[in-house]
Every structure is written in C-alpha cells, then in structure tokens.
C-alpha cells in the first residue's frame, strides 16, 4: 500500500488525536479568556500587541488562524462539506479559536477521507 493510497483512507486514530487536541485548544483558550473577563476585562485585542512578546504570539496566531480559514474553506469545498459547516467552522475560528476549530476541522476532513 502506498502512502497516497493509506491517506485517502483516513485514520480512526488520527481522528482521536485531531479530537483531543480540539478539545485542548477550547478548554485551554476559553479558560484564560474567562479568566480575563471575569477579572475585569480591558482591552482584549489591545492585549495580544501590548509588547514585543505578545505581538510576536498574535502576528503569528493571525497568519496560522488564515491560513487555516483558507484551507478549511478550499478542502472543505474539494471533500464536499456543506457550505453551512464551512461557514461555521471559519466564524467559530473567529469566535471561539483557531486552536479548537482548525483540529475539528482535520478530524471531520479524517472522517471525510475515511469514507471516500
């Protein structure tokens, strides 16, 4: 078996491992988001350019953040998603974090691929 053939397959644990990481990246964002607004709030975006360090983080999440809206809108589209699931997982990538939705996404690409 090739290794062309064995992706389009998909993998059940791949699958797994794309869930679990999707569920790292909502608890773990969500709980310093809470944490930032129940303890008084401020300027949220303000935050992520507030130094160096910070607008370091915040450049490279936006790009990586694009770069996955893309390929979730071009792959989803190529594998047959619907347009609602599309539109959502690029909005939830906005709302809730890329951190959740682009491991969502390869997990649900996975299962796609699994069933041909």
Known sequence: MTTASRTR???PALVGVYLVLSL????????FNLAFFLGGGGDYLGGWFANAAS???AV????????ACV???????????RPVTIGLLV????????????????ALRE???RRG
């Open 111 to 113: 299962v796609r691929l």
């Open 24 to 31: 790292v990246g909502l608890v773990g964002t969500w709980w």
């Open 55 to 57: 607008s370091s983080a």
């Open 60 to 67: 490279d999440i936006l790009v990586a953040g694009a770069a």
């Open 91 to 106: 909005v939830l990538s906005f709302v809730i974090a890329v951190a959740f939705t682009f491991p969502l996404f390869l």
């Open 9 to 11: 397959t998909g993998s």
């Open 71 to 81: 390929l979730i809108v071009v792959e989803g589209r190529r594998l047959g998603f």
